[in-house]
């Protein structure tokens, strides 16, 4: 179950957390990974790491902001039967303290890049007879998080975003789903609490765990195998769903 022996998938932003641990598990399931990344450092040690385990993977330094650029990368790629829509950056603040050109950046990467994606996948999906797509949305699309204006804002987008693909592309054979982790225990988190919690880490780290219902935060191989699921053959009755992997976030009040 749940082979994608020498399908060729494209993911985003996989050179560290969860675009890394969907890298390093869909590999490991047989497809043919092609990591898109602006972190070159990251993304050849996630390349390593699948090779040395003999799986096949290679990088491609690209801005997903950057429409050619993603339209000539996917080009020189070709065969694309699976797209993970996985590169975002975050921000913090709320509607009148977020500046208009953090607001602009935010939406180029989370929005703007998965468009830049999608334009260039699908016409390659199309004719080969199909595909998966599989975006990166957020519980912030489905409940209101304090401070997070911009970010949630593009993650309502990726949700909606969703439903129009899988709409469209019905009878293209080209399923569109998204995922809606909580907070996922990466660098970035660590990363995020070293800068602005300097004095304190270890205290918020525990509070951030805890928000979830649950009592932790979750793990990005958890994410990677919610993902594996919905891109692999056995998923091919589900298109159009969001899929929360939240620890309880969203529908159990504690």
């Known amino acids: 179950m749940f082979s994608l022996k020498n399908k060729s998938a494209i993911i985003t932003g996989g050179g560290s957390g969860i675009g890394k641990a969907i890298a390093v598990l869909f590999a490991q399931r047989g497809a043919i990974v092609h990591i898109i ?3 070159t450092e990251a993304a050849s040690a996630t390349v390593n790491e699948i090779q040395q385990s003999g799986g096949k993977a290679s990088y491609h330094k690209c801005d997903v902001s950057k429409q050619a650029q993603v339209v000539e990368i996917f080009n020189s790629i070709g065969q694309v039967d699976i797209l993970v829509n996985n590169a975002g950056i975050a921000h913090i603040g709320s509607a009148d303290t977020t500046a208009e050109a953090d607001f602009d950046r935010v939406m180029n990467v989370n929005v703007k890049g998965a468009y830049n994606c999608l334009f260039a996948a699908i016409p390659l999906m199309k004719t080969k007879g199909g595909g998966v797509i599989l975006n990166t949305a957020s519980i912030a699309a489905s409940v209101g998080l304090v401070d997070r204006f911009a970010y949630s804002t593009s993650k309502g987008a990726i949700f909606a975003m969703t439903l129009s693909v899988a709409r469209d592309y019905l009878h293209d054979n080209i399923r569109c789903n998204s995922i809606s982790p909580a907070r996922i225990h990466t660098p970035f988190v660590d990363g995020f ?8 880490q270890e205290e918020i780290f525990d509070k ?4 979830q219902p649950i009592g932790r935060m ?3 191989e958890e994410v990677a195998a919610l993902a594996l699921y919905l891109c692999s053959e056995e998923a091919g009755f589900i298109t159009g769903c969001d899929y929360p992997i939240d620890g309880g976030f969203i529908k159990i009040n504690t």
Do not use: F, Q, R, T
């Open 218 to 220: 979750g793990k990005p």
């Open 37 to 39: 990344e602006m972190d």
């Open 208 to 211: 951030l765990s805890k928000s």
């Open 193 to 200: 609490i070293a800068k602005n919690y300097p004095d304190n």
